[in-house]
């Protein structure tokens, strides 16, 4: 009988420890996932008081970055406020805009980078010739089309940003699908600037 | 009992998921501790804006838009062979990537000086125990291989010719911690002026003045990495504007400097004009002269004289060499030492353009002014004069050039202490104005520029020269201790003058005293090669100038046969007048050919100034500098290492940074990028997989019970 009680003692003791470290990998593991969605949900907010004009306005008050486009995919749906900044920190509420490429509203070629199973999951989907839109921070569209997609290995590669025309290139690692995290190599997509609009 | 216990496991899960998901949203810190590893390490270098870059060094390029991080240079050393008036030079320059990060491979932008007449043709890169040679290559192709080799990750250095004074290396892919040492080889001329033969070695880069309006065009980037935006009168001043050492500022780029003289001729003293030397003579009447200190920084030119013994006539030099079969001689005319004063003077215009833009102020000015004074002293009644000073607008004393009386001497003189340095440099209204006066054979018209060079619309100026100048000639004298020399000869050799450099102000009233001397006097004139006994001779320059007193002429030739005896021809003031070179017994020297080729691509260029299409002149460059392995307008030296630089099979996570301002980048290093997978996936399954056993042990203990 104590030998029992003890036995039982010490499976409750596993069994709860089990389900605190379960709980607290699902937890963590979805929260990436959550905060990815309910952080799109805030910046969306944030970036109509950003078309209004406001300054580099933080969706959360303590945000240390702010919305500066907007990335819509019209084939796929695809609607995600882009972050000032590529960085880990950034990119776990969108996709991130790489400041070393030079403003958006310039005539830069910009990269974006983004998770590739969270915002950057559609690129896989994402054809040649497919229109990508850009609004930046003054209201105004830009229209990409989907030029080129490439695997390249981050060690070596280096993306040529100075060419005749704009250029968005997107940004993501790759292969889409593994469930362990980390790899040298990238898959890029290669947009070419297609026409300015107007602010609609 | 099963099924409930079950059901009971999935709702208490369920229930505990959702609470910790609530728990983390109203816990704020959360969210940004969600990924503590993939948050950006700031960097603990300071970084400086690109107008507090004022040192000629590797700048590294920094995520913060037009901010820079410069690079410890850690030494550059300098081996001059001199034999004849041909100086060979090796530059090695060694710098190092001070960052101990893993993945910080960064590109560098070096620019340093070199010696206005340098020719660059060899280029070795060490890295660790390799050696890399270079290759001339056309610009373009140069580029592409350069850009290649980068996207490859391998180490590259590109060597450009921005202007012919200033060459820029660009090296890439430097990974953390590494040394780079650059080895280039340059050929130069070496100056003879005042009976002396002078060589300087620039070590410091001047502040050039810039024409115009800054130009910022929507649509590029600027091109160079230059201090200065490109202007619209001269569209690559991004790219010529070097950084500048500010003296005392850390860290210095230390020089250490030797060099071999072999002058072909009896010499009568050697002298450094700024730093102390040891010289050792050879037992063939050559000397070894090495730097007193073993290193020195990076703030004043280098300048070794050495002059040939007295002489009462025009003598003459040559070297000849072989190569593919053709022959290549360099001729060199020497003006007699002492100077016939009993000649008859002829009347001349004087026209002094003086600047006084910010960058003369100073000991410059004061320079300026002096030998301004000295030369108005030196004026007869015959003669007729005018001051015109210039830096952003133009002012004269007169009109046109006035005879010499009392009275315009005295105003001539109140005027020239008058003036003050401020302002920009825009020499071109002031030339254009001097090339107005009335011309008259009857006079010498001599025009002497009096400036530090610091300007960089020299097209305009070359254009206006080859248009207006007639039978003028204009003369430059160069003050301070970096005036753009590679200008100031230029100016003089389209105006048929002479170029004159004042580095010290204890020098000026010797050198200039000298000058005006000289400019009273032309030695020789009308100054040709005979061409018999020659076969398929070139020489340049092809109009050969006027011989001064205290300036040799130098003649680069190229023909398949030549004679036994050269013949110079000219006028010694109205008398006839010629010199036979034995050619026979000359002494054989290397690089010969390259000075022709060089002075090939000198007047090649020249012809664009003068309605030669550019495509023409390109090729004509491409052919001479192919051929000879020289950096030019449209080739370029490059070298690429073999063996990729970056490690493989470890990932770069740690740099999440851009390492590149926008301004002046072209490409963007992936690895520059973060980690774009997250922990999602896998944090879910492993919680999952915990849970699961949770719910098998529940259910054992209630079985054991």
Request: charge should be neutral; glycine fraction near 8%; hydrophobic fraction near 40%.
């Amino acid at each position: 009988m104590t030998v029992q009680r003890i036995k039982t003692k010490v499976l409750t003791g596993l069994g709860l420890a089990l389900v605190l470290i379960g709980l607290w990998q699902t937890g963590s593991g979805a929260w990436i996932y959550i905060k990815a969605q309910l952080a799109q949900v805030l910046l969306q907010r944030a970036w109509a008081g950003t078309l209004a004009g406001q300054q580099d306005v933080k969706p959360w008050p303590w945000a240390d970055t702010w919305p500066i486009a907007r990335l819509v995919v019209p084939s796929l749906g695809i609607d995600q406020i882009v972050l000032e900044g590529a960085y880990g920190r950034t990119l776990a509420f969108g996709p991130g805009h790489a400041e070393s490429t030079g403003p958006l509203e310039g005539s830069y070629t910009i990269i974006l980078t983004g998770h590739r199973d969270t915002h950057f999951r559609f690129l896989e989907k994402l054809q040649a010739g497919e229109t990508i839109l850009i609004q930046a921070r003054t209201g105004v569209w830009h229209r990409f089309a989907v030029r080129d997609r490439q695997i390249v290995d981050s060690r070596t590669a280096i993306i040529s940003t100075q060419e005749d025309k704009r250029h968005l290139i997107l940004v993501t690692c790759y292969p889409f699908h593994p469930i362990v995290p980390g790899g040298p190599l990238r898959y890029t997509v290669f947009a070419e600037i297609v026409e300015r609009m107007a602010e609609d | 009992m099963l099924y409930a216990h079950a059901r009971s496991s999935i709702v208490r899960l369920c229930l505990c998921v959702l609470l910790t998901v609530f728990l983390l949203l109203i816990h704020p810190s959360a969210m940004l501790r969600a990924q503590p590893v993939e948050s950006l390490s700031t960097g603990v270098i300071p970084t400086m804006g690109i107008n507090d870059v004022t040192e000629g060094t590797l700048l590294f390029k920094t995520n913060q838009l037009g901010r820079y991080t410069p690079a410890p240079i850690l030494k550059t050393d300098v081996q001059i062979a001199v034999t004849g008036i041909i100086a060979r030079a090796t530059v090695r320059q060694e710098f190092t990537n001070p960052s101990e990060k893993k993945g910080d491979w960064l590109e560098g932008l070096y620019v340093f000086p070199l010696p206005e007449t340098a020719a660059v043709d060899h280029l070795r890169m060490h890295v660790g125990d390799r050696i890399i040679e270079g290759h001339i290559k056309e610009r373009a192709e140069a580029k592409k291989v350069y850009e290649k080799a980068k996207q490859e990750g391998k180490r590259t250095s590109l060597v450009e010719q921005e202007r012919p004074n200033i060459f820029t290396t660009s090296v890439a892919n430097i990974g953390p911690g590494e040394r780079i040492i650059v080895e280039i080889e340059y050929q130069e001329t070496i100056r003879y002026d005042q009976g002396k033969f002078q060589h300087r070695f620039p070590m410091v880069v001047g502040q050039r003045y810039i024409p115009g309006t800054p130009v910022i065009v929507e649509e590029h980037d600027p091109k160079g990495s230059g201090t200065m935006l490109d202007t619209d009168r001269v569209p690559d001043a991004s790219r010529i504007t070097p950084p500048v050492q500010k003296p005392g500022q850390w860290p210095i780029n230390p020089v250490s400097l030797s060099l071999s003289l072999t002058p072909g001729f009896p010499v009568a003293k050697v002298e450094s004009v700024f730093h102390p030397i040891i010289v050792i003579p050879d037992p063939d009447g050559g000397y070894q002269i090495s730097l007193k200190k073993d290193a020195v920084p990076a703030d004043r030119d280098f300048q070794l004289t050495w002059s040939p013994a007295a002489s009462k006539e025009p003598t003459a030099t040559v070297f000849t060499e072989q190569r593919n079969g053709e022959t290549f001689a360099v001729l060199m005319l020497v003006p007699p030492t002492q100077q016939n004063d009993a000649a008859p003077r002829m009347p001349r215009d004087l026209t002094f353009v003086i600047d006084t833009s910010g960058s003369m102020a100073g000991p410059s000015i004061e320079q300026a002014k002096a030998s301004l004074a000295a030369a108005l002293t030196r004026l007869t009644t015959q003669d007729r004069f005018n001051v015109i000073q210039f830096n952003n607008t133009v002012r004269s004393l007169f009109s046109s050039p006035q005879p010499v009386t009392t009275a315009a001497m005295r105003k001539g003189i109140r005027y020239v202490e008058g003036l003050t340095a401020d302002g920009g440099t825009d020499m071109l209204p002031a030339l254009r104005q001097a090339l107005k006066s009335s011309q008259d054979i009857t006079r010498l018209q001599q025009i002497i520029l009096i400036t530090d060079g610091q300007v960089g619309n020299e097209d305009e100026l070359f254009e206006l020269l080859h248009h207006r100048l007639g039978a003028r000639r204009v003369f430059t004298i160069g003050i301070g201790s970096t005036p753009n020399s590679h200008l100031m000869r230029k100016t003089a050799e389209f105006g048929r003058g002479t170029f004159t450099y004042v580095g010290n102000v204890s020098e000026v009233k010797e050198t200039l005293d000298a000058l005006f001397k000289k400019l009273e006097h032309p030695v020789l004139s009308d100054i040709q090669l005979d061409r018999a006994g020659w076969t398929a001779l070139e020489h340049y320059p092809s109009r050969i100038a006027d011989l001064y007193e205290g300036e040799p002429i130098v003649l680069a030739a190229k023909a398949t046969s030549i004679p036994e005896q050269a013949l110079l021809q000219g006028h010694m003031g109205a008398q006839p007048w010629s010199l036979p070179v034995s050619m026979k017994h000359t002494t054989t020297r290397d690089g010969l050919s390259v000075y022709w080729a060089r002075q090939k691509i000198s007047a090649l260029m020249d012809e664009i100034f003068t309605g030669t299409d550019e495509e023409t002149v390109r090729k004509g460059v491409l052919d001479v500098a192919l051929a000879h392995h020289l950096v030019s307008k449209y080739t370029s030296l490059i070298a690429v290492d073999v063996t990729p630089a970056r490690p493989t099979g470890k990932l770069e996570t740690d740099q999440t940074q851009g390492t590149r301002s926008a301004e002046a980048q072209d490409s963007t290093a992936m690895a520059e990028l973060p980690k774009t997978g997250t922990n999602g996936a896998i944090q879910l399954l492993f919680g999952l997989l915990l849970l699961a056993t949770a719910a098998i042990l529940w259910r054992v203990r209630r079985v054991t019970e």
